[in-house]
T-cell receptor, first 117, second 114 residues
Framework: EAQVTQNPRYLITVTGKKLTVTCSQN?????MSWYRQDPGLGLRQIYYSMNVEVTDKGDVPEGYKVSRKEKRNFPLILESPSPNQTSLYFCASSSLPGTSGGADTQYFGPGTRLTVL | GENVEQHPSTLSVQEGDSAVIKCTYS??????FPWYKQELGKGPQLIIDIRSNVGEKKDQRIAVTLNKTAKHFSLHITETQPEDSAVYFCAAPVRGGATNKLIFGTGTLLAVQP
């Protein structure tokens, strides 16, 4: 089954304790992205990656890091989490744009609800 | 850069009625407009999309219309059912889709009353 998986699904942590949220896709997609979802703000992009070893900042990258060492995995790293990073996080993947004449369908994972105390 | 506005933020309809959600965008180069449905506890899932070379696209009870001149697009759901209750997001690409980056609207919570 084609899917994007995220782990953990729920996480409660304390300020300053480093954490990693994993994301994996089995669709051989080049493009992967992280979003955070907050009430009234919709989905905002944190970081994205066009391919292995190619990453770039989205709209709200402060306080986050990512890596893309393998095509299927795109972990999100919070080196020193703060309470304002309490949010619902989604990983997404898609084929590269241009393969179907423009931006392509993004497939989302089930989400990770993070609480930073 | 691209800016997407979505209205209304909440919408309550009776089962069987129609629902319409509207979005406006700012970048005239945008050429792809998807709609995502997010059910409780799940990630958003694409339900329909439209590209800039057509004005309307239908898929059973859902349809999307696009007005490139006015830079707005709308989601239409007919004969609504309780399972249509969810949060709906519109989106538009940045830089016409060159990077696959999407800017999302703030979402519409649709409640279908039985």
């Amino acid at each position: 089954e084609a899917q994007v998986t995220q782990n953990p699904r729920y996480l409660i942590t304390v300020t300053g304790k480093k954490l990693t949220v994993t994301c994996s896709q089995n669709m051989n997609h080049e493009y992967m992205s992280w979003y955070r979802q907050d009430p009234g703000l919709g989905l905002r992009q944190i970081y994205y990656s066009m391919n292995v070893e190619v990453t770039d900042k989205g709209d709200v990258p402060e306080g986050y890091k990512v890596s893309r060492k393998e095509k299927r995995n795109f972990p999100l790293i919070l080196e020193s989490p703060s309470p304002n990073q309490t949010s619902l996080y989604f990983c997404a993947s898609s084929s590269l744009p241009g393969t179907s004449g423009g931006a392509d369908t993004q497939y989302f994972g089930p989400g990770t609800r993070l609480t930073v105390l | 850069g691209e800016n997407v506005e979505q209205h209304p933020s909440t919408l309550s309809v009776q089962e069987g009625d129609s629902a319409v959600i509207k979005c406006t965008y700012s970048d005239s180069a945008s050429n792809y407009f998807p709609w995502y449905k997010q059910e409780l506890g799940k990630g958003p899932q694409l339900i329909i999309d439209i590209r800039s070379n057509v004005g309307e696209k239908k898929d059973q009870r859902i349809a999307v219309t696009l007005n490139k001149t006015a830079k707005h697009f709308s989601l239409h759901i007919t004969e609504t059912q309780p399972e249509d209750s969810a949060v709906y997001f519109c989106a538009a690409p940045v830089r016409g889709g060159a990077t696959n980056k999407l800017i999302f609207g703030t979402g519409t919570l649709l409640a279908v009353q039985p």
